[in-house]
């Protein structure tokens, strides 16, 4: 089993930064793909960020593209999601996630609980 924890959410103003952590269990822990996705209220889940098991390759959605960092540590079995110049609409719930080959949909096997992210005006 694979169980994954979101830290790192709160309150901040427009052009701040955060940095989201998630820890993850599991000795299969390196095999797996990582992701962020972040949902709104009424809104789908859409994806944020991807990263391959062993860190070499990297997918960003368009929104984010040059403000958020994605990177893990697979020695601490933690995947981080950095996150600069946050705007309102940055605001979402957002959720830690794994599965065995990288996608860019929310069609992954496991999830955290996620962490809020407000970001304000």
């Known amino acids: 089993q694979v169980q994954l924890v979101e830290s790192g959410g709160g309150l901040v103003q427009a052009g701040d930064s955060l940095r989201l952590s998630c820890a993850a269990s599991g000795h299969i822990f390196s095999s797996h793909a990582m992701g962020w996705f972040r949902q709104a209220p009424g809104k789908e889940r859409e994806f944020v960020a991807a990263?391959?098991?062993?860190?070499?390759?990297?997918y960003y959605a368009d929104s984010v593209k040059g403000r958020f960092t994605i990177s893990r540590d697979n020695a601490k079995n933690m995947m981080y999601l950095q996150m600069n110049s946050l705007k309102p609409e940055d605001t979402a719930i957002y959720y830690c996630?794994?599965?065995?080959?990288?996608?860019?949909?929310?069609?992954?096997?496991?999830w955290g609980q996620g962490t809020q992210v407000t970001v304000s005006s």
């Open positions: 996630a794994a599965r065995v080959g990288i996608r860019t949909t929310p069609d992954y096997d496991y």
């Open positions: 990263i391959t098991w062993n860190g070499s390759t990297t």
